[in-house]
């Protein structure tokens, strides 16, 4: 799972970065999942499926993304549920970051995670 979200995350870092409109990666379920969330929150325009592959659209206001940079927290190697409590300590550390947290529920920004009072996995963090 972590092997394929890095690679869907560095390139929607390297499409910010080189300004290109669209670009695709392996079609999967988390994959999928991922994309559908960042869309939700306004990251991307949207994407589309094509066969085995994904064609995502970057979106671009005023010739600008509206993220700064996407991190991936978790890895195979340190994966560990956070609770409540500590994920609002997080929160107020990083202000200005939406952090994306795996869930029973699918992937849910920190926000939604409050409301719903479920805790998961934060998986990446999102750098406004």
Wanted: net charge positive; charged share 25%; hydrophobic share 45%.
């Amino acid at each position: 799972m972590y092997l394929r979200l890095s690679l869907l995350i560095s390139r929607i870092n390297l499409a910010k970065a080189q300004r290109i409109d669209s670009f695709k990666v392996m079609n999967t379920k988390v994959s999928v999942a991922f994309l559908n969330k960042l869309e939700k929150l306004g990251i991307i325009r949207g994407f589309e499926v094509e066969e085995d592959k994904l064609l995502v659209y970057m979106k671009y206001v005023e010739k600008r993304v509206p993220f700064i940079h996407i991190q991936l927290i978790c890895k195979s190697s340190r994966g560990s549920s956070i609770r409540m409590r500590k994920l609002l300590k997080v929160m107020d550390r990083y202000g200005s970051s939406i952090f994306i947290i795996s869930t029973g529920y699918g992937f849910l920004s920190h926000t939604e995670c409050i409301t719903l009072k479920c805790s998961g996995e934060i998986v990446a963090r999102i750098d406004l």
